[in-house]
């Protein structure tokens, strides 16, 4: 079938006629005002001949007068890739020759850079995607423009947006002329610009019953013609929004803010490390006496604050407790959401959780105790931290006994449920932190916090620090093979490791002490070093461009502890003689932040053990599964939660659907470069609708982390394991986690989209001495790699030259 009628179309026809033309034919099947027109199929296409004697006769039966002429590929007005403007559209074309070349046009696009790029992004197979092309007869618009069921600006699923101009849409879509935007919602409007206030309700009906068909918010072209007439063009998904959070039964909106980046982590989890990780952090939230649910949205980890931010005692404190590990950012959508009438305390201010009760007393207790002892003594708290994290490790490992599936389930299912955050490793890291943040409001009117930020640089004692310095040790070792190590791709170096083909360069005996990290290290489902250590060659080879002994990471961190130790000495004696008793005490506290803060990243280091052996049981029990039939691979266990698992294993249920669905749904994830910091119940991202903040002309604003001014040619980085960073590159990211750090010994500077000053990023920054500049929104997309940059991280700024 090489041409066929659009009225004859059909929504299960996407293969044969694209995208558009089965949003077209199924907008014509529900009864909506859609100009006549025909399609030119895949099957023309794929045979590379246009069918000029049957187009020639659609034309005609057509009246033969002018008509638009319109891509539609079968990797077109998709779900997740709308593929807007990435091909062409030819208007007012008028006879059989300008037709058929037309037609050409609109196939030769197919292939322009423009539209192979678009699906180079989303890993669209070239080779599967084809093209047809959709002839409608011209409609000709007094006013024209785009209608979104949903704000598209800020997410909110209770709003729509149009936007308008006179004479044709093209205008509109293509940002050629001034449009006149509005905001459809329950108000009453008068007549204002180029529609009227029936024909914008009749936007917004003809929106609501879209929506309703397709079951998801609707991206719709229209047109208005001098009958007032309208006009549907098209109709497609809106790919941009973030996935809404789960319904609740719940009157009042709510409000959820971001975990994942208290982890270094945007990128979406995988179910797996989804169903784990919401019942360790709600549960690690509850010993601390707090209740918050964790949510997925979006494969991100997303916690439900409301009941926080209407109880009355909690919401005086919230802002304040959000400032360690979660920022500025998350602060600021905060104090948005406490200000909003709609998260007014609620009567009696009763809360959910009931309160602080015994249990949260007796936490509460041991909290006291277990910090006191930590600041009282702390090297006696550190040795016994890491004696907990080695029978940690060793408590970890797998019987030898395990045979069946069964019995590695079981082991797994109990691994989940052990406790490893006991007394002996929670409280110093908590006196850490502490002890770093008191001096702070301590030292208010006598030292600035880039003082303080000064003298918690080169802190001792940090395990990812200690785990970077030894994989600079074995590059520093590895001389014999420099040009091998250099010149061949990290894949290919890590393939032959795992091999046994590679020459001994002490590889070995850094993934026996550390092959348990990686990036997104707290995901069950993601690989661990050991596993692939393609980015560890990758951090080796960054090490090995390392010329100057001057610039050496060993020598970077010896000159930071240096300069901390005479900034901790300055600043303690300036103290007492101004206030001698918070001067003293301050003091006090940030010598003990040199003994203890550094324990910061020792808690994650001890729980990844259980992960490891977790994940290695469950890709064992995911071969045996493979080798029944039950799946297709051995690591789609890990789209799969536990609880799944165990009706896979003891019922023989195949859920090999549900796992192909979730894939689909996580490589879809994992394009997106951003989650919303805080989102509403109705989809909105709240910080999208924060006053803007302004800024000058080349300078980016964001939070000082690391003091220090550095200028370098920036180096976007958006996946660490095939990164290449040269020495006094500045390191650009939406985020990072421990497994990041080894890009930190090269590079000169450090700036990230998210974070706050005591989260992993900047606090190796600082000890390595490094600038960092945190909470820059879009730095990743407003910085080019190789844009000079100066990075401030005294001021906050990144000017970009």
């Not at 797996?272 to 949205?297: F, H, K, N, P, Y």
């Not at 797994?412 to 955050?421: F, G, H, L, R, T």
């Not at 918690?456 to 190590?485: K, S, Y």
């Not at 001067?583 to 259980?610: D, I, M, N, V």
């Amino acid at each position: 079938m090489h041409v066929i009628a659009l009225s004859e179309v059909t929504a299960a026809m996407t293969d044969l006629v694209g995208g558009k033309a089965a949003g077209l034919g199924e907008l014509i099947r529900r009864g909506e005002q859609v100009p006549d027109g025909f399609c030119v199929t895949t099957e023309a296409h794929r045979l590379g001949v246009i069918p000029t004697a049957e187009v020639v006769d659609a034309y005609e039966r057509l009246g033969a007068g002018p008509v638009a002429v319109r891509s539609s590929a079968t990797a077109e007005d998709l779900p997740d890739a709308s593929f807007a403007g990435q091909q062409d559209t030819v208007l007012n074309v008028t006879g059989n020759t300008e037709l058929i070349a037309a037609i050409e046009k609109c196939w030769d696009s197919l292939h322009s850079d423009r539209a192979t790029a678009y699906r180079d992004a989303r890993e669209i197979d070239h080779r599967t995607v084809r093209m047809a092309v959709v002839v409608q007869r011209m409609v000709t618009p007094v006013v024209a423009g785009v209608l979104f069921t949903a704000n598209p600006l800020t997410g909110r699923r209770d709003e729509m947006a149009v936007d308008a101009a006179a004479g044709l849409g093209t205008t509109v879509v293509d940002g050629a002329a001034t449009v006149d935007h509005y905001v459809l919602d329950e108000v009453t409007r008068d007549d204002a610009g180029c529609l009227t206030s029936a024909q914008l309700d009749r936007l917004r009906a003809t929106g609501e019953r879209l929506q309703t068909h397709f079951g998801r918010p609707q991206d719709v072209e229209w047109a208005i013609d001098a009958d007032d007439v309208l006009w549907l063009l098209q109709s497609r998904p809106i790919t941009s929004l973030f996935p809404l959070p789960p319904p609740t039964d719940k009157p009042l909106p709510r409000v959820y803010l971001e975990f994942g980046h208290v982890q270094g982590m945007l990128q979406p989890v995988t179910p797996m490390g989804m169903s784990t990780l919401r019942r360790q952090i709600a549960a690690m939230l509850a010993a601390l006496g707090v209740r918050v649910e964790i949510v997925d949205i979006g494969g991100r980890l997303y916690g439900d604050l409301t009941d926080l931010a209407r109880d009355r005692s909690s919401r005086k404190r919230l802002v304040k407790l959000l400032a360690v590990d979660f920022g500025p950012r998350a602060q600021a959508v905060m104090q948005h959401v406490l200000a909003d009438p709609r998260f007014a305390p609620s009567s009696g201010g009763t809360r959910r959780d009931g309160g602080p009760g015994a249990a949260s007393l007796r936490t509460a207790g041991r909290a006291v105790v277990g910090i006191l002892r930590a600041l009282a003594r702390p090297e006696a708290a550190r040795i016994r931290m890491f004696e907990a994290i080695e029978q940690l490790r060793v408590r970890s490992a797998a019987p030898a006994d395990l045979r069946t599936t069964a019995d590695r389930l079981r082991f797994v299912q109990k691994v989940e449920d052990a406790d490893d955050s006991a007394d002996a490793i929670m409280w110093p890291i908590v006196a850490g932190m502490l002890a770093a943040a008191l001096p702070t409001a301590l030292l208010k009117g006598v030292a600035g916090p880039d003082e303080i930020h000064a003298v918690l640089g080169g802190m001792p004692h940090n395990v990812t620090i200690e785990m970077d310095l030894a994989l600079w040790r074995l590059a520093q070792g590895a001389g014999d093979h420099r040009q091998l190590l250099l010149d061949t791709p990290p894949a290919e170096l890590a393939a032959r490791y795992l091999r046994g083909t590679l020459p001994d360069i002490g590889m070995a005996a850094f993934l026996d002490a550390y092959g348990h990290r990686g990036a997104a290290e707290v995901d069950l489902g993601v690989p661990r070093w050991a596993e692939d250590p393609t980015p560890v060659f990758a951090a080796v080879a960054n090490y090995l461009r390392v010329t100057d002994p001057g610039q050496g990471p060993d020598q970077r961190f010896q000159r930071a502890a240096a300069a901390a130790e005479h900034a901790l000495r300055e600043l303690t004696t300036r103290a007492r003689r101004r206030r001698p008793v918070r001067g003293t005490l301050a003091g006090f506290l940030l010598r003990r932040a040199r003994s203890l803060a550094g324990l910061r990243e020792a808690g994650k280091f001890a729980g990844l053990y259980p992960l490891r052996e977790a994940r290695r049981q469950l890709l064992l029990i995911g071969a045996d599964l493979h080798g029944s039939g039950l799946l297709d691979q051995p690591d789609d266990i890990m789209f799969l939660t536990l609880d799944e698992v165990h009706t896979v294993v003891h019922q023989g249920v195949d859920l090999r659907g549900t796992v192909t669905a979730r894939r689909a749904v996580h490589r879809r994830e994992l394009r997106r470069r951003t989650a919303p910091v805080a989102l509403l119940s109705d989809g909105t991202d709240v910080e999208t609708i924060l006053p803007a903040v302004p800024a000058s002309d080349g300078t980016l604003a964001g939070v000082g982390a690391s003091a220090g001014r550095v200028t370098g040619p920036a180096r976007v980085v958006h996946d660490p394991g095939t990164a290449h960073v040269e020495p006094g590159d500045v390191l650009v990211a939406a985020t990072t986690d421990p497994g990041w750090t080894p890009l930190f010994l090269t590079a000169a500077a450090l700036v990230t989209e998210t974070g706050a000053i005591m989260a992993h990023g900047p606090t190796v920054a600082r000890e390595y001495g490094i600038p960092a500049v945190i909470c820059v929104p879009d730095a990743t997309r407003t910085i080019s790699t190789g844009q000079l940059v100066t990075v401030d991280g005294n001021a906050g700024t990144i000017t970009v030259h």
